[in-house]
């Protein structure tokens, strides 16, 4: 038979885990409202290259109208046939280096309009330290690029217009 004193132990600890579990609630909702509010292109990809969870921004940007359409799609679907085989490395090398920064890649959108993005990477690990996939985070640079090579033919026009 409990004693009060294991009694009032299993109330503490009762009321602990409800605190915790309101606290780990709370942490959650605002990793999700973040995730979900973020402008940038978020998508997380099993150790196969599946898309497993994205942003609205991805949806956006990817021309998709909600999650269950990319959901279970692989990563390597939505990168241009020209760049694949990059994409391919890249992956390889993010889960060997942790990370990756920076990589230009030509994407696809759900109707197959070519655009590129600038993307970057880390590996997400289990509690244990294991691999269980990536989340990549990226944003369209085709007009920003366009703008530069724009920028760059001027430059090179007053430049031969400068020698004459």
């Known amino acids: 038979m409990p004693t009060d004193l294991d009694l009032i132990k299993t109330c503490k600890n009762v009321v602990s885990a409800g605190s915790e579990a309101k606290l780990v609630d709370t942490y959650y909702s605002r990793l999700k409202a973040v995730f979900d509010s973020s402008t940038m292109v978020v998508v997380v990809i099993d150790l196969e290259g599946d898309i497993v969870e994205c942003n609205q921004a991805a949806l956006d940007t990817l021309g998709y ?3 269950e359409e990319l959901l279970d799609k692989n990563v390597f679907e939505l990168v241009a046939e020209k760049d694949r085989l990059k994409a391919m490395v890249k992956l390889e090398e993010t889960l060997r280096l942790g990370i990756l920064k ?5 994407l696809l959108t759900r ?3 070519e655009f590129l993005a600038k993307l970057s990477g880390s590996v997400v690990k289990d509690s244990s330290g294991g691999a269980t996939g990536l989340v990549i985070t990226g944003e369209d640079i085709t007009e920003s690029k366009r ?3 724009e920028i760059k033919t001027k430059a090179l026009l007053l430049d031969t217009a400068s020698d004459s």
Request: no cysteine; net charge negative.
């Open 102 to 106: 920076n990589i230009e890649l030509a």
């Open 147 to 149: 703008m530069e090579e």
């Open 111 to 113: 109707d197959g309009r």
């Open 65 to 67: 109208s909600s999650k």
